[in-house]
Nanobody, 118 residues
């Protein structure tokens, strides 16, 4: 079973920056894609950003231009760099690494809280 251990997050004022990290117990190169999701208070989990195995990235409109997803294969680490943070970015953030084999197989991090104060 793949383990993903998250770090980073915390409290920041509006306009601030944070970096989230997600270390995998095996090489990220073995996955088809990695994602960052978030779940706001009282809300549903939503996709924030994706990086495909070839390096192509996709972002939700709400974070495009402010968040950057990246990956360091040598460190088995996925990152989410967040800047110009807004109160509506407040959520629990989760990393996911997935493989496709007939269906998608997801592996989740434990989640980390990001709180942006106004």
């Amino acid at each position: 079973q793949v383990q993903l251990v998250q770090s980073g997050g915390g409290w920041v004022q509006t306009g601030g920056s944070l970096r989230l990290s997600c270390v995998a117990s095996e090489s990220l190169a073995t996955f088809n894609a990695e994602d960052w999701f978030r779940q706001p208070p009282g809300g549903q989990r939503e996709l924030v950003a994706t990086i495909l195995s070839g390096g192509t990235t996709h972002y939700d409109d709400s974070v495009r231009g402010r968040f950057t997803i990246s990956r360091d294969d040598a460190k088995n680490t996925l990152y989410l760099d967040m800047r110009s943070l807004k109160p509506e970015d407040t959520a629990v953030y989760y990393c996911n690494a997935r493989r496709f084999d007939v269906v998608w197989h997801n592996n989740w991090g434990q989640g980390t809280q990001v709180t942006v104060s106004s």
